[in-house]
Structures are given as structure tokens and as C-alpha cells.
């Protein structure tokens, strides 16, 4: 197929639809909690935690789910409270560190939610699946 039947099969904005639909399907495969490329699978973030300590409950995740990225770092504090245990800082843009927070859910023990904190506002989450 020459590069004329195919400009003439999709033009430009299709093309650039289809991309964007690629991309965002491959940021959500990413965001639920599925390995990248590469990356180690681990077993569980907070090994060494008392499994009760930073429990959540559907009501609290509900909260923070509900939370905008940017409002400060308190807010998220009062609803979620002390973290199970807390990840090694990651940069996750040039210039910025970032801090992670790992809290358990109370009605699914395979699964955690890792609260992303850039400074002192709230950068977003992430599950973590087993």
C-alpha cells in the first residue's frame, strides 16, 4: 500500500484520533495498577506494617476519590488519616520530588491505594493490585 491510498483511507485528524485513543487506553492499562514494562512485580508495599494500621473503608475511599488533584495535603489527612507505610520519594517530572503514601483497603485485602503528594498538595493515586 503506497503512502497515497493511505492518506486517502484516513486523514490526518483520524490519524491523530486513533493516537490519542491508543494513548489513553495505554495510560489507563497503567494506572490500574498493571506492571509496566520492565518494572518488578512486588508482592506488597508495606511489609513490615501492622495490617491494621491505615485501613481504609469504602466510605473513605469514596472521599478521597472525590478529592481534587492540587488542594493541599491536609485535606486528604482528614479523611485517610497515618498511612500504612510510606514509599521512597520518586521524581516524577524534572524538578519535582514526589512523596507516596500507601494505605490498605479494609474490604479488600489484596488490593492498596497509594496517595502521590507533590510538596503539599495532593498529586493523585494509584491501586495497587496483588
Known sequence: MTHLNLSRRFNRKQLLAGGAIL????LFVDLRGLPSLGAKAVAEPCPSA???QGQLSKQQVAKLLTVAEGDQKDKIREIVREPSCKL????????????????TLGFETQTWIVV???GNQYAGYKFWFR
Open 50 to 52: 501492622p495490617p491494621s
Open 23 to 26: 494513548l489513553s487506553l495505554g
Open 116 to 118: 502521590l503528594y507533590e
Open 88 to 103: 521512597p520519594n520518586l521524581q516524577v517530572r524534572s524538578g519535582s520530588m514526589a512523596e507516596r503514601e500507601v494505605y
